[in-house]
């Protein structure tokens, strides 16, 4: 079955502990990104990448990191998390470049104490 | 600032009506538009997608184009409680500052198909 993966689900944590959230796709994408969706703004782009090794921020990148070392993996971490990083994160990828079709993962919820 | 705009509803529907959804863009060089639906909880999903001026219609759905306008719409037909959900429109637009195409989110309509 064709699809992005996340892990985990759901994440509880605290201020400046380190933690990484997972991201595949099965689908051969070379794009992938990640956004974080918070109410009543929507889905932000925090980082994407077009190839392996090829990463670049999005519009709200601060507090984050991604890496590209394979083509199916895309993991986010937050190397020092703080409460207003509490949101629900997305990962996505697409046959093509940024502006065409994206697919979505589940979704990891994260609340950030 | 590109920006995609939508009302945030929620736009009530009784069953078997259509609903009529619209969102608004403010760069005229955009390229590419998307409809996604979004049920509480969980992941966007893709309903359908419109390049050119005028209608695409699939099964229930049609999204209408006007670029003069900077206007694209999703219509469904005969709405079900199913379709009970939030529609996030997404639009294609080239961004300088990223060099390359980027895909911009407005912040989604909630729909309510009502029996």
């Known amino acids: 079955e064709a699809q992005v993966t996340q892990n985990p689900r759901y994440l509880i944590t605290v201020t400046g502990k380190k933690l990484t959230v997972t991201c595949s796709q099965n689908?051969?994408?070379?794009?992938m990104s990640w956004y974080r969706q918070d109410p009543g703004l929507g889905l932000r782009q925090i980082y994407y990448?077009?190839?392996?090794?090829?990463?670049d921020k999005g519009d709200v990148p601060e507090g984050y990191k991604v890496s590209r070392k394979e083509k199916r993996n895309f993991p986010l971490i937050l190397e020092s998390p703080s409460p207003n990083q509490t949101s629900l994160y997305f990962c996505a990828s697409g046959p093509g470049g940024a502006g065409e079709t994206q697919y979505f993962g589940p979704g990891t919820r994260l609340l950030v104490l | 600032q590109k920006e995609v705009e939508q009302n945030s509803g929620p736009l009530s529907v009784p069953e078997g009506a259509i609903a009529s959804l619209n969102c608004t863009y403010s760069d005229r060089g955009s390229q590419s538009f998307f409809w996604y639906r979004q049920y509480s909880g969980k992941s966007p999903e893709l309903i359908m997608f419109i390049y050119s001026n005028g209608d695409k219609e699939d099964g229930r759905f049609t999204a209408q184009l006007n670029k003069a306008s900077q206007y694209v719409s999703l219509l469904i037909r005969d709405s079900q409680p199913s379709d009970s959900a939030t529609y996030l429109c997404a639009v294609r637009g080239w961004d300088l500052t990223g060099g390359g195409n980027k895909l911009t989110f407005g912040t989604g309509t909630q729909l309510k198909v009502e029996l």
């Open positions: 990448s077009m190839n392996v090794e090829v990463t």
């Open positions: 689908m051969n994408h070379e794009y």
